[in-house]
């Protein structure tokens, strides 16, 4: 009796083992199917912002946080940090903006978030600008910090490390990312770079009888020339034109000078008196080339200046006929010839684009080797 007893509570132990066991498993099965479900699909859309951001030294409970306060709700805590252990982004989340891109799963942001695939942004130099342009765009760009709003071009230079040099056209046009967090000075840091390794190749490969004492001279023309440029494949015959005549110790008159020494002056247009105010950059007025570039010049205006187009043209003038060609010429008179062509075009109301050249507006010696330069005060142009 006793046996039968003792085997009947065996049997019974057994079968509520097996029946818990069974539980257990079943109860398993539906957690890892849960579970596994959760990490493969798609993340429910955000209620407000597409991207999350991870600050410095955050794990997984402020990650949670951030993603709950998006709006979020896939998943339980304790799957995301299961999950964050299985694909090995536990203790190993890199800081950054991060988007919540539609159809994401758990898995795929926690990934992304433990490789770093963060959120870039882009800021593009456009060829031709100044370093006040520069400076402005910089203040829009978002979400970019702004560090350098108190900077002079003096102290701006200084905090990039090289101090005494000049900020303008120093900077290569060019796209360049960045990232939240990131500063104003980490872009230019890479501008600077960019064109110090582009004027250095150019320099490199520069060739031989060229009017420079140093490659910050070629700097220089180049930013005249892409100031100077309205078609791309001129630059080599526009580079050749100004260094003729830096040669033949002719006054390069530019206008793109003048207007960049009048600085906040300039109000669209030159007035006779402007070309005749004498100022460091005033190129009717002076010799030689102006004392620091007057633009950022790109690769190509870079290649120009160090390696010109061959020809006997010492002036240019704009065609004005919306190719963006110009007409070169060799002679002052038919540098006058080419003038009056693109005037006719003006007063015939037809005349597409300013008037720019060598020379264009009141020339002095034409072909001839220029006067000694003028002796008036010299104005500082604003920067």
Known sequence: MVKNATAARTKGFKGLLFVTLLVALVAFAFVWQHYASFSRTPMNSPTSAQRVVVERGNGMPQLLRSLRALGITSGFDVEWQ?????????GKLQ???????????????LVDIRDGKVVSYRFTIIEGWNIRDLRAALAKARPLVSTIQDMD???????????????????????YRYNTGDTDLAVLKQAY????????EAWK????GLPFQNRDEALTLASIVEKETGLASERPMI??????RLQKGMRLETDPTVIYGMGSE???NIRKMDLQKDTPYNTYTRTGLPPTPIAMPGKDALKAVTRPAAGESVFFVAAGDGTGRSLFASTYAEHQANVREYLARYRAGNAKGPMTGTATTTPESGAQPAATPA?????????
């Open 266 to 268: 300039y109000k669209g």
């Open 205 to 208: 490969t520069r060739i031989q």
């Open 375 to 383: 002796t008036a005060p010299a104005s500082t142009p604003a920067k």
């Open 239 to 244: 580079a050749g034109v100004f260094v003729r």
């Open 95 to 109: 800081a950054g903006e991060y988007a919540l891109k539609p159809g994401m799963s758990p898995s795929q942001l």
């Open 82 to 90: 299961l999950l964050a252990r299985q694909v090995g982004a536990a």
């Open 153 to 175: 071009d003096a102290a701006l230079m200084k905090a990039l490390g090289h101090a005494g040099q000049f900020a303008e056209g120093r900077f290569l046009p060019e796209t």
């Open 193 to 200: 770079k960019a064109m110090d390794a582009a004027l250095t």
